[in-house]
């Protein structure tokens, strides 16, 4: 389905929310005018490198600095050794059986990964600082590594921290296990599978990159960082650095992409922060392609084992899961929550499961710290759930299409209480699973199936029913699941005297449109010209407070607090037009920026006009203060579940393994969409990263711990030519708890996407009796899939 975009001018007022208006952003973004952190320079800014580990695990036997700090140009070389204030990243999250080791900013004595930060070398220009870190000496002593997940639970693993007794982060489960247990004990039908959701790297398009300027005779630290949530490292810096939260004032300009990875507060901002303090001027830092590699969060790393009950007629008993997750060397932001709380509580998927148990198990190892990835944790979770559905529906011998139906959720049981601490708000599962089947022309394709396979062709339809957990967070239920922070949102509507409007939002937006659709919904509740709002973001000094960017929260959280400001600044200007029309206020209503008297529409205010008389204040209500704008801080009753059904068809080349799409539905259910065209281009980006994974994207380390797919010439990032043609639709279930209706779309492609390619692959190969291969399925996997199992013709 194609939506045409329309130009602002075009809106019709009444229609602003809903309307595929074109993106607002992007002017700026090609022709060049936008500005991003690297783009920013500043009087006497000085340039920041950093020394990185090369060995996975090693002891610091000593840093020799001399060399470096006598090159010309070099202003200073710092160790672990020169740092005075804490210096210490931080987790963001609890969980009871939580190992949490200290992260130095700059290691003393001991390297943990691959990338680990050991000395900076600060110079008055980029190549000097780079010169002075080869001139850097590091005396180390490589140690044993530990690398996968599972072996480092071993009892004679290398201890990634020595003075743990182990390599265990953490031990979590969730549901009933003996209820689940007697469940399989009792099923006519039993299905398994050992699978790895591979390790991938985010590669957003602009490197991670932090602009300091601590001003000595204020005790300011102003920083422009790539991030996604700089109100976040405003709250974090301070255990950090020893400054002030109120003294910190974060900026992102214009930031080229995140995907998760742009989230966590890294060593390497609180490093150009803390040398711009010692120093008392500008430190710039950019990350170098191969330092993203290194250093950004890397994601997913589940090895799992799950399995599926049903009774005789194919209906869901039980899902078993046990999982091993890796953590990386230290626990960073969102570590903790997202194998545990970000997982488990998926494994229901759309379906009525009346049992389930996970455990998950976390192992430190050598490797690169993992944190958000688009999706987190839900994409890792309904892979397993889409898999174990394809695995149960083969044996039963039943239809895919039909093992889902006859197993969803009905309609009528929302909201739905799972058995694994969730409530589902609202769903209607057929509806999108049926567009899908029409939009496949499914009874042709599996006629053509069965057709093309008498001739040696093997094409094969994989269907991912998927749901979404976003919009985090409800504060009170993400304190319970370990969150150490209040996940509200923060919106702020401004009238200006003129009649115009500004709005803040804690939120901050790198990609997802936000300027748009957020004054789409500022227009619509105001009943103003879209172009007379203005939105700011991005900036902990313009908007008071907020918590970022991530977990498909902005849509339903984000734009939440600015619907519910808007609604209180269109309550007190119905006061003031109540006063000045001589009215009672309950007779005043409000309909296209316009206040009226009840029976009597020619008795009227513009919303401008009412704005005007606010300013002005000569004729106000009794005791009311002068101005229009309102703040809000919107906490979430519950998260919003996004659902749909996702659809790739393959075919496969059994003979060389090729596998080539032939094309990919997509039916996503986000509840009211505030831009069609916005939500159209976040479902495409989110299904090519989740193809990504699917056939091409794979880190891969060496026992040592040494990143092997370091470069973009070792990690195979899909290019346009590898992404399916899609074709989308979508159904529509508001949300009951939010005042739009909305759930998110940011990740909801890429959650969806790796088991629609994998269960078409697999099909594809039915009658080679292949059952499961792990991803990424290169051509190389697939022809030894194939070649090694037991039924080949
Ligand atoms: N939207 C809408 N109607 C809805 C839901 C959303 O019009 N029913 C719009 C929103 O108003 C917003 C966009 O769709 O403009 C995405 O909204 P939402 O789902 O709330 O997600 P966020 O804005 O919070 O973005 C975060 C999400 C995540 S978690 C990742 S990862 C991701 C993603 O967005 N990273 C991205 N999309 C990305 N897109 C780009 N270009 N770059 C990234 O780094």
């Known amino acids: 389905m194609g939506i045409d975009t329309i130009e602002s001018k075009d809106i019709d007022a009444e229609a602003v929310l809903g309307s595929a208006v074109e993106r607002r952003e992007d002017p700026a973004l090609i022709t060049g005018e936008a500005e991003y952190t690297d783009d920013i320079q500043r009087p006497n800014m000085t340039h920041m490198a950093v020394v990185r580990s090369q060995y996975g695990h090693a002891t610091i036997e000593g840093v020799d600095t001399s060399a470096a700090e006598e090159l010309d140009g070099v202003l200073a070389v710092y160790t672990g050794e020169d740092v005075d204030v804490p210096g210490m990243i931080p987790t963001g999250w609890q969980l009871p059986s939580l190992k949490n080791p200290d992260r130095p900013m700059l290691a003393t004595d001991r390297v943990r990964h691959v990338g680990e930060a050991v000395a900076v070398v600060v110079a008055e220009d980029r190549y000097t600082a780079k010169d002075g870190v080869d001139l850097v000496d590091v005396d180390y002593d490589r140690q044993d590594a530990t690398v996968d997940q599972s072996d480092a639970l071993d009892d004679d693993a290398p201890r990634v921290h020595e003075e743990l007794d182990d390599n265990v982060a953490f031990d979590f489960e969730l549901g009933d296990e003996s209820a689940t247990n007697d469940a399989f004990e009792s099923a006519a039908h039993t299905a398994e599978v050992d699978l790895e959701n591979q390790r991938v790297i985010p590669n957003a398009m602009e490197p991670r990159a932090a602009l300091a300027e601590y001003k000595p005779s204020s005790g300011d630290l102003e920083l422009d960082l790539t991030t996604q949530n700089p109100h976040l490292h405003r709250l974090l810096l301070p255990s950090v650095l020893d400054v002030p939260e109120h003294k910190i004032h974060v900026r992102a300009p ?62 869901i008993q039980a899902v078993r899961v046990n ?91 929302f909201p739905y209480e799972t058995p694994v601490a969730v409530t589902y708000d609202s769903g209607d599962y057929e509806p999108a699973l049926d567009r899908a089947l029409e939009m496949l022309d499914y009874d042709d394709l599996r006629e053509r199936q069965e057709e093309l396979r008498d001739e040696g062709r093997y094409i094969g339809v994989g269907f991912s029913s998927y749901i979404e957990a976003c919009g985090l967070a409800p504060s009170k239920i993400a304190g319970s699941l370990g969150a150490q922070a209040g996940l509200w949102e923060n919106g702020l509507v401004r009238m200006h005297p003129g009649g115009k409007v500004t709005a803040f939002c804690g939120t901050s937006g790198h990609g997802q449109g936000h300027k748009t659709t957020y004054a789409q919904i500022v227009a619509d509740e105001l009943g103003v010209p879209y172009d007379d709002v203005e939105i700011v973001e991005s900036d902990t000094d313009e908007v008071p407070e907020g918590r970022g960017t991530y977990g498909s929260r902005s849509a339903a959280v984000g734009g939440s607090a600015l619907s519910t400001s808007a609604g209180k600044v269109v309550e007190k200007a119905r006061k003031i037009a109540a006063h000045q029309l001589e009215a009672d206020e309950a007779d005043i209503d409000f309909e296209g920026g316009e206040f009226s008297v009840s029976g009597a529409p020619e008795r009227s205010m513009t919303i401008q006009e009412v704005t005007q008389q606010a300013y002005l204040a000569q004729d106000l209500p009794e005791g009311m203060e002068p101005g229009l704008e309102e703040t809000a801080f919107y906490d979430p009753e519950n998260f919003v579940f996004p659902f749909g059904t996702h659809a790739a068809v393959v075919e496969v080349d059994p003979e060389s393994g090729e596998i080539e799409f032939e094309n990919y539905v997509a039916v996503d259910d986000v509840g009211p969409q505030i831009n069609p065209k916005i939500v159209e281009g976040q479902v495409h980006g989110g299904i090519a990263q989740g193809v990504g994974q699917a056939l091409y994207e794979v880190a891969e380390y060496d026992d040592n711990g040494s990143l092997v797919t370091g470069s973009m010439q070792d990690y195979t990032v899909p290019k346009a030519e590898h992404i399916p043609h899609m074709e989308t639709d979508s159904t529509e279930t508001p949300s009951p708890h939010n005042p739009l209706g909305v759930k998110g779309v940011g990740e909801a492609g890429t959650i969806a996407a790796p088991q629609a390619v994998v269960n078409a692959v697999v099909d594809a190969l039915e009658p080679f009796g292949v059952d499961h291969i792990d991803m990424p399925l290169t051509n190389e996997s697939v022809w030894q899939a194939v070649n090694e199992s037991a039924v080949a013709d």
């Open 323 to 413: 999982t091993i997750a890796n953590i990386g060397a230290y626990l960073s932001i969102f570590a903790a929550a997202i194998p545990t709380v970000l997982y488990a509580p998926l494994l229901s998927g759309q379906y009525e499961i009346p049992s389930i148990y996970c455990n998950v198990v976390g192992s430190f190892t050598n490797t690169v710290p993992v944190d958000l990835y688009r999706g987190a944790g839900r994409p890792e979770a309904l892979y397993v759930v889409e898999r174990l559905i394809d695995l149960g529906a083969r044996e039963v011998d039943m239809d895919p299409a039909e093992f889902r139906r006859h197993n969803f959720i009905g309609p009528d049981e």
């Open 254 to 315: 214009e930031v080229g992409g995140g995907f998760g990875s742009k989230s966590p507060l890294y060593p390497d901002e609180a490093l150009a922060s803390w040398c711009s303090m010692q120093l008392g001027r500008p430190v710039k830092w950019t990350a170098t392609r191969s330092e993203t590699y290194q250093t950004d969060a890397q994601a997913r790393a589940h090895q799992t084992t799950a399995e599926i009950a049903m009774d005789e007629d194919g209906t």
